[in-house]
């Protein structure tokens, strides 16, 4: 029932940004945390950033660290992570995800979430 869109994705070249937007619709927004993830061809889905329901914490994996930051604008029911410094390794699907619940208090693992959305490629050129 709830529903994610991924957007912003697309080929930077390293060194560079990008400004991914996650839209989430049938779901009370501001109660559910939100997380990123990505995929990279032959690797498993990863982990990349969450943000708490309250928007008060954020949770980062420790290889984007400092150069990508999560937020929320609850007014437009959207989740962005603005990505800098990319580096070819960040070469990925991303996702934007959602937990089952709202109010959930753990957000770093894949099976913390239940609802997924369809990703959008990112591509970094070296």
């Known amino acids: 029932q709830v529903q994610l869109v991924e957007s912003g994705g697309g080929l930077v070249q390293t060194g560079g940004s990008l400004r991914l937007s996650c839209a989430a619709s049938?779901?009370?927004?501001?109660?559910?945390?939100m997380g990123w993830f990505r995929q990279a061809p032959g690797k498993e889905r990863e982990f990349v950033a969450a943000i708490s329901w309250g928007g008060s914490s954020t949770y980062y994996v420790d290889s984007v660290k400092g150069r990508f930051t999560i937020s929320r604008d609850n007014a437009k029911n959207t989740v962005i992570l603005q990505m800098n410094s990319l580096k070819p390794e960040d070469t990925a699907v991303y996702y934007c995800a959602a937990p089952g619940r709202p109010y959930s208090s753990s957000w770093k693992r894949r099976s913390d979430y239940d609802y997924w959305g369809q990703g959008t490629q990112v591509t970094v050129s070296s």
């Open positions: 049938r779901l009370t927004f501001s109660s559910y945390a």
